[in-house]
């Protein structure tokens, strides 16, 4: 792929005829060149002659490609060691603010994740040709990315010159700049809608030594799979993976492949979870009939969507009898598998939803519908450790129960990691695998977050907070906290404020609690009232019904398998600290009830490592001080957690 559509030395583009300039722009532009697209190209091309004309060094490059999510800097400038990151508003009478959010994206996108931008001087510019001028500070974040600055035609020049006078660096090659590997962490958003244009995993995924390379489970996968259809056999395979380390993409990079592969395949991502479902369909629609610019309509886009990624409870529904035949997939991704339903919650679903007296746990069902095949199948089941937060789920153990109880003719793959007791619930890997065919490969377990780029340590550190291991919890606090910051506040205001400092450009920021957080709702945190996921998660600054504005909360239940980059994560009563242990409870009524079940318990454990482990670049925890004259909310509700994380070493706002 062409990095940029124009690229050259400064003194070689000063010379250069507009004609020469324009014909290499317009021929490397895969798309119809507009006539509104090709006067700003001439526009800029004027103007930088003029600027740059006195430089007696430098090179810019048109049009650069940011790899990850296909969008382009309309120019980039090094010059005296210096990179200058100009989004161009031709025309334009005033500094829109997506204009900045967009041109401070494109510099954190660079400064991240492309090698040769991670310790350059990164300076973004919008350039609003018509725009009165604007006084500005000269102020850079801490790793290197400064404010972005704002010019009009005239004060271009005398900008660029002031402050490549205070700033100046060390010259490097701008060609081995060009031909620098771009290593990104896409949310799995950005990560659908790359898969689905079209784009292979190893594109948008990092591939640097310190993350698991996610391209190889994706050819032991692809590998199983061609096996299984070759040698007429029925395969399951289990992908376990720490929270943050890429399971959902793992399989919609299934899902696209083999549909693009073979399309009698039907390969077909599934998922209940709801929330997820809802978002991603929307994502990819949206961005689909944004790039088609009018070519296809909201509605075809949303049938196509809806083949690719469909709610697991409406593949379950179509196999009911008296159907009998089998599914046309044969390629069935189960995302989330660990939150199928036990025997006795699917029993009392179909009951009260379809009448049927029923007797099989939702992975039995599942693996009986695929089972229907005459010759081939594949199952592949992402399972997250310690993920189950809802009565009912099944873990694990219930698709084992089914293996060996009614289908030990599937070969078993998995990933000797799936020993962890957070998969197993306690039960020996002897009783999980008895009578089965077993296939152990490595390839089948990702152990390293890529949630989180700045730090790959925070499922670990979540971990030993929630166990109550303190001396694991202090030494990964003090260990990720100067890249990946936690902190701690009693009050709410504060960490508004200080999530807003946090983000930049579009980075997504916003409230999320626990479902049972019911005694936050003197603070606006009212985790009763349901939210529209695609909104809150999708939607830009302007729309109140967006995260952004932190007035609607997020729980569990809507956040797991997604994330967002900077989180409010408020802590309510309902998962405290008692005698030096957590202790479970329910808001229920008007008081407070002690959980008993260790199901239960477990969940609402499960619920805070969600929770704790949403954000990609940083959290705020927000605690509430208690109030005595409250039963419902004493002091001593809260001050136990509060202190416990103090300990840990989280410092307080």
């Known amino acids: 792929m062409q990095q940029a559509y124009y690229s050259n030395d400064i003194h070689s583009f000063c010379t250069q005829s507009l004609e020469e300039i324009l014909g290499q722009l317009a021929v ?48 980039v400038i090094a010059y005296a060691g210096i990179l200058y990151i100009l989004e161009f508003k031709v025309g334009e009478t005033y500094y829109p603010r997506y204009a900045r959010d967009q041109v401070v994206d494109y510099a954190l996108a660079l400064k991240y994740f492309h090698q040769e931008s991670h310790h350059k001087k990164i300076i973004p510019l919008v350039v609003c040709t018509n725009a009165p001028p604007k006084e500005h500070e000269l102020k850079a974040y801490e790793d290197g990315v400064h404010h972005p600055l704002f010019c009009n035609a005239d004060t271009l020049g005398p900008t660029l010159r002031k402050l490549t006078d205070q700033l100046f660096d060390e010259e490097f090659s701008f ?52 096996q299984s259809k070759q040698n007429h056999e029925k395969s399951i395979c289990f992908v376990t993976g720490v929270p943050g380390a890429g399971k959902t993409l793992v399989g919609l990079n299934i899902a696209n492949e083999r549909h693009q592969y073979d399309e009698q395949e039907h390969a077909v991502f599934l998922s209940g979870n709801g929330p997820l ?69 699917t029993a009392k679903f179909m009951l009260k939803r379809h009448g049927l007296s029923w007797d099989m746990s939702e992975p039995e069902f599942l ?39 009614r289908f030990p003719h599937w070969n078993v793959y998995a990933s000797p990691q799936i020993s962890d007791t957070e998969y197993t619930r306690g039960t020996s890997l002897k009783t999980f695998f008895k009578g089965l065919p077993l296939y152990e490969t490595t390839d089948l377990h990702l152990s390293i977050s890529i949630r989180s780029f700045r730090n790959e340590q925070v499922s670990a550190f979540v971990k030993s907070l929630l166990d109550k291991d303190l001396p694991a919890a202090q030494h990964l606090y003090s260990a990720l906290s100067s890249n990946y910051p936690i902190v701690l506040t ?9 999530i807003r400092e946090q983000a930049r450009g579009t980075e997504r920021y916003g409230v999320i609690a626990s479902s049972g957080a019911k005694r936050l709702r003197q603070f606006g945190i009212w985790v009763q009232s349901s939210i529209q996921a695609e909104n809150w998660f999708l939607n830009g600054k302007e729309d109140v019904r967006s995260s952004y504005f932190l007035e609607d909360t997020a729980t569990e239940f809507d956040i797991q398998g997604l994330e967002i980059d900077w989180a409010i994560v408020a802590w309510d009563a309902d998962y405290r600290i008692e ?10 009524g008007s008081s407070w009830k002690t959980v008993g079940k260790r199901d239960a318990q477990l ?51």
């Open 277 to 345: 479902v809802s978002v991603l369909r929307e994502a990819l629609t949206r961005d689909e009939v944004t790039r088609s610019k009018g070519e296809i309509t909201k509605t075809e886009s949303k049938r196509k969507v809806s083949a690719f990624i469909q709610n697991i409870h409406h593949f379950r529904n179509a196999a009911l009898p008296p159907t009998t035949k089998a599914p046309a997939e044969k390629v069935a991704i189960f995302d989330e598998a660990q939150r199928a339903w036990t025997k006795e919650q």
């Open 490 to 498: 009693r009050n709410l205001e504060k960490a508004r404020q200080w």
């Open 175 to 226: 060609e081995q700049w060009l031909a620098s590997p771009y290593m990104p962490t896409p949310t799995i958003i950005e990560a659908a809608q790359a898969l689905y244009r079209g784009h292979d995993v190893k594109e948008i995924s990092r591939s640097d030594a310190g993350a698991y390379n996610l391209s190889r489970t994706t050819q032991t996968l692809n590998r199983i799979i061609d």
């Open 28 to 75: 490397n532009n895969s798309f119809n060149l507009e006539q509104n697209l090709r006067d700003s190209w001439i526009h800029e091309i004027k103007l930088l002659q003029h600027v740059l004309q006195d430089l007696p060094t430098g090179s810019l490059a048109f049009e650069y490609t940011i790899p990850r999510i296909g969008e382009r800097i309309d120019v």
């Open 579 to 588: 005698n030096g242990h957590f202790k479970s409870y329910n808001f229920t």
């Open 367 to 405: 693996i009986s519908v695929m089972d229907r095949h005459q010759d081939w199948a594949v199952i592949i089941c992402l399972i997250g450790g310690g993920q189950e937060i809802h009565t009912g789920e099944a873990g694990l153990p219930a698709w084992f129960d089914a293996l060996r109880e």
């Open 603 to 653: 969940y609402l454990k499960n619920t805070y490592r969600v929770l704790l482990t949403r954000a990609r670049q940083g959290f705020v925890i927000f605690i509430p001080e208690g109030c005595d004259a409250d039963l419902t909310r004493q002091c001593s509700f809260y001050d136990g957690i509060y202190y416990y994380l103090k300990e840990i070493g989280i410092k307080e706002l």
